[in-house]
Nanobody, 118 residues
Framework: VQLQASGGGLVQPGGSLRLSCVGS????????IGWFRQAPGKKRQGVVC????????HYGDSVRGRFTLSRDAATNSAFLETTNLKPEDTAVYHC????????????WGQGTLVTVSS
C-alpha cells in the first residue's frame, strides 16, 4: 500500500505545474485524498483534501483559487493542478490519505519538490 507523487520541478513565478499521484495496493476512489506540503525548516501545511464519499473539497487559504485537485479512477490516480505559483509555494509536495481532521493524514508517500524561482 503506497502513494507516489511526481511532476515537481523548477518554475518561474506565475507559472504552472501539474503534480501526479499514483496509488498502489488500494483503491484511491474510496478514500479521502489530498496533498500537503513541507518547506525546509517549516511545519507541514495542508493544501487540499477531497472526500471519497460526497466529492467535496477543502483547500488551504494560501492556495484556494490557484490549485485544483482532480482524480482519475481508471488509473487510480489523483492530480494537483497548480497555477499562478509564488515563491512561497516552494516545498516538497506529498499526496496523502486524509483523516477527518484537517492536516492529519493516514498514509503518504515520498513527495515531489516544487521550486518557484526566477
Amino acid at each position: 500500500v503506497q502513494l507516489q507523487a511526481s511532476g515537481g520541478g523548477l518554475v518561474q513565478p506565475g507559472g504552472s505545474l501539474r503534480l501526479s499521484c499514483v496509488g498502489s495496493g488500494f483503491n484511491l476512489a474510496k478514500e479521502a485524498i489530498g496533498w500537503f506540503r513541507q518547506a525546509p525548516g517549516k511545519k507541514r501545511q495542508g493544501v487540499v483534501c477531497h472526500s471519497g464519499t460526497d466529492g467535496s473539497s477543502h483547500y488551504g487559504d494560501s492556495v484556494r483559487g490557484r490549485f485544483t485537485l482532480s482524480r482519475d479512477a481508471a488509473t487510480n490516480s489523483a492530480f494537483l493542478e497548480t497555477t499562478n505559483l509564488k515563491p512561497e509555494d516552494t516545498a516538497v509536495y506529498h499526496c496523502a490519505v486524509c483523516l477527518d481532521v484537517w492536516e492529519e493524514y493516514d498514509l503518504w508517500g515520498q513527495g515531489t519538490l516544487v521550486t518557484v524561482s526566477s
